[in-house]
């Protein structure tokens, strides 16, 4: 085997390593987000396939150890499908075939960390995993404010996995791992939430509602006690909720806040489902629940007038409002507390604790 191909390899084993036995081998990413740079497909062996970083300085963990039975066995080792940009050099565009499912963990260090950390679910249809656009463009733009950021690879539909058994799970076992390595990683455990794009925006909607389930029965493992509450959820132009096709689950009492935009009649499916999941929240009473819809603006991918698609993520999408949702977002952020110094209480936990008693109801 080449020296190359070895070191490469090894990596992926330390990387498991350290998530599965001794936290205190975890590497740290560099202080600074690294520009994007191209993954190599990782080794194929008798072990799990090893995820590669697709942004630089990425620590790239597994949600499961090597031998659970969460995973699909007959599939864990197949290599991952990098696909490339065609119009940004080294840039990951999408995923596919994904059957260890990991997070990648980008820190902020020094007095410059919040201790906030976002999950990133990116959109794609359940068919990709659109990392590019609605999750490795994020890592520069949180660290700024002091945010890390922990990009989700979750399982697909395209690759036969259910998105509710399968898919919500790997959110609600992320949200678990970050917490059980927040000191590790100077991330604050009651300041990690979930953003999801489109239909990522399924995992972290049902992540915020059926959190108590997934604690109550998967109680097995080092990590059986962590509680995977979100501590604030966002639905970015979101498919379809729990709420959907008039349905009407339980909303936890100790359900988080939550942020939710859209554009309105110019991508009117996925507003109906924004709305839907607002107005839920709303009728609860449940606090700190904001919404935007825009006048102006389609969803990510659909043709505009001039020939063009509409953009995905932080784009500015020519300057309409739609292209400032992000603003918009750091706003509400900071004004629930979550960018204030590290260890504070935030403001949105003191209200979701008062609303959560009986007697606020």
Request: with cysteine; proline share 10%; hydrophobic share 40%.
């Amino acid at each position: 085997m080449p020296l190359s191909s070895f070191l490469r390899h090894l990596g992926g084993v330390l990387v498991c390593i350290s998530a599965w036995s001794t936290p205190s081998l975890v590497a740290q990413p560099v202080d600074v987000p690294a520009p994007l740079g191209v993954p190599r497909p990782g080794p194929t062996n008798a072990e799990p396939y090893a995820p590669q970083p697709i942004v630089q300085g990425g620590i790239v963990i597994p949600l499961y150890p090597p031998n659970s039975t969460q995973l699909n066995a007959s599939r864990v080792r197949e290599a991952e499908h990098y696909n490339l940009s065609k119009s940004v050099a080294g840039r990951i565009s999408w995923i596919t075939n994904i059957h260890n499912p990991s997070i990648e963990v980008h820190t902020v260090e020094g007095g410059l960390n919040t201790g906030a950390a976002v999950i990133l679910a990116a959109g794609g249809g359940h068919r990709t995993l659109n990392v590019g656009s609605e999750s490795a463009d994020f890592v520069p733009f949180f660290h700024q404010y002091g945010v890390s950021t922990i990009i989700l690879r979750n399982r697909l539909r395209a690759d036969g996995y259910d998105v509710q058994k399968h898919a919500v799970n790997d959110a609600l076992q992320a949200i678990r791992l970050v917490r059980a390595h927040a000191a590790r990683w100077n991330i604050d455990p009651k300041r990690i939430g979930i953003m999801g794009f489109s239909a990522g925006a399924e995992l972290s909607a049902p992540a915020a509602l059926f959190y108590p389930e997934f604690d109550r029965t998967q109680t097995n493992g080092p990590m059986g006690t962590i509680s995977s509450r979100p501590d604030f959820t966002v639905l970015v132009y979101p498919g379809p909720s729990p709420f959907a096709r008039g349905a009407h689950p339980e909303i936890p009492r100790n359900v988080p806040p939550a942020f939710v935009t859209c554009p309105g009649s110019g991508d009117r499916g996925h507003a109906i489902w924004a709305l839907e999941y607002y107005d839920a929240m709303l009728r609860a009473g449940v606090p700190n629940v904001e919404m935007h819809l825009y006048g102006h603006g389609r969803h990510p991918g659909e043709a505009l007038p001039d020939g063009s698609r509409m953009s995905a993520g932080l784009a500015d999408r020519n300057g309409i409002p739609f292209g400032k949702w992000q603003d918009r977002f750091i706003e509400w952020f900071r004004d629930c507390g979550f960018l204030q110094k590290p260890g504070l209480e935030t403001r949105a936990a003191r209200e979701s604790a008062a609303f959560a008693q009986p007697t606020s109801k």
